[in-house]
């Protein structure tokens, strides 16, 4: 165990009872060592001989709890179901084991408690306020025993909740960073998910086409549009480091002659962009998004609960600097049929850009008997026109990329889980779809609907008499 975790923080500390719990601020994964110290203080504050005091304990806990609302008629009632995921309990002092060194009133207790190495351990979840959400909290629990033939006389506890994520895979997070181009040796290859449409200015005339593109990763795929990074064959996104995605928009306008071509000169050599060209003056429909979907199951109930995080906004600095990110050219296309003499074609526009997205905040993909967790990414790029906007979508898995404990960067939680928001009834427990919440616009910070809940980082615990002091379960 590193000696005194606490030690750099205690000066900081607000003491104000008989004992505080010290954790340094930590993501843990299965078989990581959760450490701390719990500081017992003696003459300056209530003593802990007043207080009676007979032992103290520390437990390492895990829980999940699962509810659903069922109808009968018009009543409603809630049904929920608990199961325990860890429970590990271990005596840190007895009364008149120890006490503080001679210049000191605080006497340092330290700890180190092992999660289970189970792979299947479940991520933190915290759930919603609402009478429909499923959580999955862990947390170090310190009580301190009183004995029972006082009067009155409640044990003293206090909590602080973890940040637990599934044991991932770092070599995710190495292939990421190993990425150099879409054409280099060493890192992940590209797979493309692609989505074609055809569309027209308004209720008449011919249609013209565009078509987008994502990239993900595949053996033997030459590089295409709208390259979203995946690593594997599996569609494995790491959580552990930002996610390049590129987003390649290819459009075909409508037979026209030549002599209508030159109605779009190139003009002060640039290229004028014709219709259909992505609308970069719409703010609100550019995005990058992911959509989060829990599968809640009690008693033989099934609810889906889907939530639409915004990622990323596209903007017209994401085009990439160079020749090849934006092109136009004349393709043509005479046919037997057409008026002698008379060149026909089409224009051909196409745009490269690049975006990345963080996917830090959210908890990896996971199933269990109550709840399951799953994600649909989605790139949404708008064109002028009603109902011209194209969606590509796909499903990913989240992966930790990390097997072992990792401190939080600055003492603050990196991963922040969307909330539950509302839940939608399933037609069944093999159930599949997801939901269409519409995303709010956000800010170039991206954030849901409702602010994530972000698990705490060091414990500010303020010292009560007979009721737990932290998170409850």
Not at 39 to 68: H, R, Y
Request: charged share 25%; proline share 9%; glycine share 8%.
């Amino acid at each position: 165990m590193s000696a005194n975790p606490a030690a750099a923080i205690l000066s900081q500390a607000r003491i104000t009872g008989p004992f505080s719990l010290v954790i340094p601020p930590t993501t843990y994964c299965p078989g990581s060592d959760v450490e701390g110290e719990v500081l017992l203080t003696f003459p300056k504050f209530p003593k802990v001989q007043e207080e009676k005091i007979d032992e103290v304990v520390v437990a390492l806990l895990g829980k999940l709890k699962a509810s659903v609302v069922v109808s009968h008629g018009n009543q409603r009632r809630t049904i929920s179901e608990r199961q325990e995921l860890v429970s590990l309990r271990t005596s840190l002092w007895k009364r008149g084991a120890a006490y503080p060194p001679p210049d000191s009133h605080v006497l340092r207790l330290p700890f180190r408690v092992r999660l289970p190495s189970d792979p299947k351990l479940l991520p933190s979840l915290p759930g919603n306020a609402g009478s429909e959400s499923a959580s999955i909290k862990y947390y170090v629990e310190v009580i301190a025993h009183r004995p029972t033939v006082l009067f009155g006389a409640e044990d003293k506890t206090m909590r602080r909740q973890l940040t637990v994520v599934s044991r991932g895979d770092p070599g995710l997070c190495a292939s990421i960073r190993s990425l150099r181009g879409l054409s280099a040796e060493g890192g992940p290859t590209w797979k493309t998910v692609h989505k074609e449409k055809k569309m027209r200015r308004g209720i008449w005339g011919e249609y013209s086409t565009a078509r987008v593109e994502r990239a993900r990763h595949s053996n033997g795929i030459s590089p295409l549009p709208a390259q979203l990074l995946i690593p594997n064959q599996h569609g494995i996104l790491p959580t552990c480091v930002d996610i390049p995605l590129l987003i390649t928009v290819k459009t075909t306008t409508a037979r026209l002659s030549r002599a209508k071509a030159h109605k779009h000169p190139e003009g002060q050599g640039k290229p004028v962009r014709v219709f259909p060209a992505i609308d970069f003056d719409s703010n609100d429909r550019r995005f990058v998004s992911l959509q989060q979907a829990f599968t809640v199951r009690v008693g033989g109930h099934t609810r889906l609960h889907t939530n639409e995080i915004v990622l990323a906004y596209i903007k017209p600095e994401d085009v990439l600097p160079s020749e090849s990110a934006y092109y136009k050219h004349w393709q043509a296309d005479t046919a037997a049929g057409d008026r002698p003499g008379e060149e026909m074609g089409r224009w051909v526009q196409q745009w490269t850009i690049q975006r990345s997205v963080k996917l830090q905040r959210f908890p990896p993909t996971f199933e269990s008997d109550f709840v399951d967790c799953a994600y649909v990414m989605s790139v949404r790029v708008p064109f002028p026109g009603l109902g011209n906007d194209i969606e590509v979508s796909t499903r990913i898995s989240l992966d930790s990329g990390i097997d072992q404990a990792m401190p939080q960067k600055n003492g603050r939680a990196t991963r922040r889980v969307p909330s539950a928001t509302t839940l939608t009834e399933a037609s069944g427990p093999s159930a599949s779809g997801l939901g269409t919440d519409v995303p709010v616009p956000l800010a170039e910070e991206p954030q849901s609907a409702n602010p994530p809940v972000r698990p705490p980082t060091y414990f500010d615990a303020v010292y009560r008499d007979g009721r737990v002091v932290g998170e409850g379960d």
